[in-house]
Structures are given as structure tokens and as C-alpha cells.
């Protein structure tokens, strides 16, 4: 029986969702959606392993705002809401204001690539999976993408269109699905079928 493990940047899934999507997911019918999608193109039958979310917390000044304490609050309890999705695990990362050239304050995740990275290659290196279905965009992770195909592991990437529709940028690194065995693009089609 093939062993699948679900690997989920938060962050992107949100920025994904709500900037070209204008929608919220429900966690647990995207992961039966990715199940069925890897059980569809796969000989023998798919045990969904764990799905794994890694997102962060958002930022607190040191005496924080009405606002910020808030926003915090309700980020706090969706991720209990997703802890108790059954064979759902949260890694939480931390997120840090830095300051642009103009010295306008800009956010971004720490440790959540390296916690996907790390689990993704720790799993494969002791064959607990043999399949792993990975939502993300950052090109840090092609090291743990290596590392799993080295162990006889599928990595199958699911991303967002390659440009935003609002920026005209790339959504994500096109490395990540050159390096991955199967590729499939995340559509309005699929982000119907996981809507709340």
C-alpha cells in the first residue's frame, strides 16, 4: 500500500486562496482532494500518512494593538480548528518584520521551508512514505525534493497559476516543478471542489 504525506505551506495556500482565488479552503476537504488525486494516477491504494501545515503566527508589537491581539486570537484558534482534523499536524514557524529600503515594514515566514524541508526528507530517508504531495512555492525546498526522490520517494508538486493575475509575477518557483516527479497546476476548477 503506497504511504502519502501532505505537505502544506499556509502561507502560500492563503496568499493563493485569497489573491487569486478571492476564497477560503476547508483544510479538510483539500486534503481529501489531494488524496484523490494521487490515488487516481497511482497503481495501488493510497493510506494518507499525516498531513503536515506550516504556517506562522501573525506579528505582535511589543505592546500590541486591539487589532493585532485579535488577529492573533483567530489565527490561534484555526490552528487548533486544524489540530483536531484527524492525522493533521501544525508546525508553526515565526514571522518577522523587517524593513524595506524605504523603511516601510514588510513581513515574512521563518523556519517554515526548513521545517517542510526537514520533515519531508526525514520521512523519506526512513521510508515511512512513499509519496509526498506538496503545496508550496519556495525554491529552498528543492534540497528536501532531492533528498526524497533519492529515496524512492514521488514528489508531486500542486501549485497556482505560474503568474498572478493581480502583479503579473510568479506564484512560485519553477524549479519546484521541473524537480517534482508529477505536477499539477491548482485551478479554479480544484479550488472550487475545496471551497468553505
Known sequence: MAKLAIFMDGGYVDKLAEEEFQMRVDYQ???????????????????????YYYHCLPFQS????????TRYSQKRKFFEALRNLPRFTVREGRLARVFD?????????KRVDLLLGLELALLSGKHQITHAAIIAGDSDLLPAFEVAKQEGVSVWIFHGPRRSRKEGRPTFADELRLAADERLE????????VRR
Open 29 to 51: 476537504k483539500l486534503v481529501d482532494r489531494l488524496v484523490t488525486v494521487v490515488s487516481s494516477k497511482t497503481h495501488e491504494p493510497v493510506d494518507l500518512f499525516r498531513t
Open 62 to 69: 511589543s505592546v500590541p494593538t486591539p487589532e493585532e491581539q
Open 101 to 109: 529600503e524605504s523603511g516601510h515594514p514588510i513581513f515574512q515566514q
Open 186 to 193: 491548482i485551478d479554479a476548477s480544484f479550488m472550487q471542489q
